[in-house]
């Protein structure tokens, strides 16, 4: 019932900056948690940074912590990540996900994902 598009991916130097977008179906999106995970041919999908249904509250990855930011317009039904000062180790398909009222990020835990986007960063 609900779907997910992703956009905003493509190719940056490091040290640049990008921003995604992830807009969904439905009247229920302020429901639903939502996550951003990634994934490489070389390594599994791994979770990049989340934001709670219930009060907004924002978590990510180590890996991103201080460069990445997730938000979510619930007027809008849209959920973003800015991602700043990117770095090559960052190249990958960028996939929103939703969980229906779970505030954990656990890959099978996710109901609904996007297609995903692809963020190239080159050195």
């Known amino acids: 019932q609900v779907q997910l598009v992703e956009s905003g991916g493509g190719s940056v130097q490091a040290g640049g900056s990008l921003s995604l977008s992830c807009a969904a179906s439905?009247?229920?999106?302020?429901?639903?948690?939502m996550g951003w995970f990634r994934q490489t041919p070389e390594k599994e999908r791994e979770f990049v940074s989340g934001?709670?249904?219930?009060?907004?509250?924002?978590y990510h990855a180590d890996s991103v912590t201080g460069r990445f930011t997730i938000s979510r317009d619930n007027a809008k039904n849209t959920v973003y990540l800015q991602m700043n000062s990117l770095k090559p180790e960052d190249t990958a398909v960028y996939y929103c996900?939703?969980?229906?009222?779970?505030?954990?990020?656990?890959?099978?835990?996710?109901?609904?994902w996007g297609k995903g986007t692809l963020v190239t960063v080159s050195s």
């Open positions: 439905g009247r229920t999106f302020s429901t639903y948690s």
């Open positions: 996900a939703a969980a229906y009222r779970r505030n954990n990020w656990s890959l099978r835990g996710m109901d609904y």
């Open positions: 934001i709670t249904w219930t009060d907004g509250s924002t």
